[in-house]
Every structure is written in C-alpha cells, then in structure tokens.
C-alpha cells in the first residue's frame, strides 16, 4: 500500500489534549558549554548559551525566535529536538513529560517533531538519490523500500518538485532551494506534528525565501503542522509567526502575538533590534537608535539586566537586579525589563492603573 494521507488530522490520535493543551510547554531549560584549557584539559569557564527560559508553543501556530547571533536560539532547537542534553529543564511535549519515565521517549518525541537546518547540501546524502533521502526516515522504521519510495515522490510533489525529473537526482544536482524543498519533505514523511525551521531560508536568494516561505505556510495549513521558526531576519519572523519570543545573551527578554510585539515593543533590545532593520518605508522611520556594538562575551554576562551594557535606559537598578519576564498565560505580551515592573525602582517603569508619572 502506497502511503498517501500525509495530514495530520484533527482526530489525530497522538493529540492527547485537544487544541487547549500547548503542543509543546519549555521550564527552566539551561545549557552551559564548559570551556576547557591547560595541558590537564580543566573546565575553566562555562558559556551560558540557553539560561533557564521557558515558554510554550501552541497546537496548529508559530512561534518564531529572533535574536542577535550568539543569543541562544539555535541551541534551544538542538536542545527541544536533544541533539544535545539539556543541564536543566523540563520538556514537556502535549502533555508528557519527553525523557521521564512516565512521559515520552526521546525517540518518539523526535518522530513527532522533524527539524529543518539552514545548511540544505549538508543535511542530504550527497550519494543518495533525493527520493531515497526522504524515504530514508520511513524506511528505518520499518516501511517496506517500494512503499516509502512512493511516498517519498508523493512528497516531492508536495513540496512543488515533479519526482520524474527530481526523484532520481544527487542533491548536487539541485539549486539551494530545490534542496530545501527536499529537506522539508525529508521532515514531512516521518508525518511530524511540529517542525522546528532553524534559519531555513537564511541561505536562499529573497526571491526563492519567498517561494519556500509560501510553501511552509500552505503546509502548515494542509497539514496542521506546528511550527518553531527560528531565523535572524526580523521581516521573515514577522511575516510566518503568530507569536514571537525575543532573545538576549541566553535568556528571553520579549514574547507576545507579532503584531503586537512589532507595533509596540516593550523592550529596550527588541525597539533597538527593529530601529536595526533597514527602512524602506520613510513614513515608518523610528525614532530609537539602532543596537550599538555587539552583543557582550556569554562566557561572563554582565550583572542584573544583561542588556544594561548596550541600554539606552540604564539606570543604577539595571546593573544590581535581574528583571523577571512576567508572563501570564500564552496571550501576553510581556518583556523583561524593570520599566515594566511598577515595583523596580526604576524612573520610568510603568505605574500601577490610577497612578500619575
Ligand atoms: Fe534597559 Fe534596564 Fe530595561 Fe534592562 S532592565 S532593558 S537595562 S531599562
């Protein structure tokens, strides 16, 4: 039998909690990469990559992660898909806890959730035919070969590549966009509830990102996928997510529904990161200075507020206390910053309702 229902459907049976329950809830993750120097090969210093954040991502959206690069976000998507283990956290995927020995397996969590890298050459087989590459996954779990080959070049003509004149090609024969397409369908035939696209289309020409942005978002749709979209370019995270998760040094500094967080940032960094972008809309000049500098060594971070380095509204508070991100439920728009927290001393923070400045 030819495998030809590639949806994800509403009555998928591996949806445990209905639409309610977070596809995937993130507390606490952490992961320090030692450092190590001498003849003894000692741990000299740890880099902070991911320190402690959390966040959820909903059944059928899109969160996307933006950031500076060295911010975090690519080790948060080895670390959600445990490429490499987590020091501290817990994963928990539709309600299970993924690693514990009442939740998910590893292995099954990574069979629901496929990951799409930015380097497309590298993550096919150059000796392979392309439709062997997608039907590789299937295969290994146990598809007889003629099945998953079909499935493979129903895939291919999924993701807009005829498999008469593709199927059979080594990827060397295909543009860096044919080659995505390919990896998305390489991710589609293990029938992934969730794929997590770390800078998938940073490596493409803006007209064929377009194309491959539009493919993603019409897949999401026939396929009720649920995407962690992971990229620096502002524009592209804006126009695919519904929400967006801002980092900084490791940590989260912003999150909220995109509208909300490109209309009005909260955050000093995020007003900094958008001033950045390159305006091509005069009527829509911002009046923040672009982020100065770059972003300080993850090794040593500095005290208090990470950002307080490059922060136009440091004051002496910034420097002495971490501000927390206060997050309510999935709906807010929150950032960490003490001019949110009417509590924190700072001058400019926000006044409690009834309150004047
Ligand atoms: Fe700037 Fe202080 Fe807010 Fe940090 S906490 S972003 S340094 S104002």
């Not at 009555?11 to 309610?20: I, K, L, M, T």
Request: glycine content about 8%; hydrophobic content about 40%.
């Amino acid at each position: 039998m030819v495998m030809t229902d590639f949806a994800v459907s509403e009555n998928d049976d591996r949806d445990r909690g209905g639409p309610a329950q977070p596809l995937l809830t993130v507390n606490g993750l952490k992961k320090h990469f030692a450092i190590r120097g001498g003849v003894l090969g000692r741990v000299k210093a740890h880099v902070r990559a991911v320190d402690g954040i959390s966040f959820t991502v909903r059944k059928g959206e899109t969160l996307g992660i933006v950031g500076e690069s060295g911010c975090g976000k690519s080790t948060v998507a080895r670390l959600l898909m445990r490429l490499i283990p987590p020091d501290a956290g817990e994963q928990i995927f539709d309600g299970e806890a993924v690693g514990e020995p009442r939740g998910i397996t590893v292995a099954e969590m990574r069979r629901q959730v496929q990951m799409v890298f930015q380097d497309s050459a590298s993550s096919l087989n150059p000796r392979m035919p392309v439709q062997n590459s997608i039907a590789f996954g299937p295969i290994a779990f146990g598809a007889k070969e003629a099945e998953a080959i079909g499935m493979a070049r129903e895939l291919l003509v999924k993701v807009g590549l005829n498999p008469a004149l593709f199927g059979g090609r080594y990827p060397h024969e295909l543009s860096g966009g044919q080659k995505q397409r390919v990896n998305i369908a390489r991710a589609l035939a293990m029938k992934p509830r969730m794929i997590i696209l770390d800078e998938a289309v940073s490596a493409l020409d803006k007209s064929i990102e377009a194309q491959v942005l539009n493919l993603l978002q019409a897949l999401k749709r026939d396929l009720n996928l649920t995407y962690v979209f992971i990229s620096h370019d502002l524009g592209v995270v804006r126009w695919i997510s519904d929400r967006v998760m801002v980092m900084y040094l490791g940590e989260v500094v912003e999150i909220g529904p995109a509208d909300q967080l490109y209309n009005n940032p909260k955050h000093p960094y995020t007003r900094a990161l958008l001033a950045s972008r390159p305006a091509l809309d005069p009527d829509h000049r911002r009046e923040e200075a672009p982020v100065s500098g770059d972003p300080p060594n993850p090794i040593n971070p500095p005290s208090g507020c990470r950002f307080h380095t490059r922060c136009p509204n440091a004051e002496a508070v910034c420097s002495l206390k971490a501000p927390v991100l206060m997050q309510h439920d999935a709906d807010t728009h929150a950032a960490a910053c003490h001019m949110e927290d009417p509590t924190s001393g700072h001058t400019q923070a926000v006044r409690p309702q009834g309150m004047q400045h």
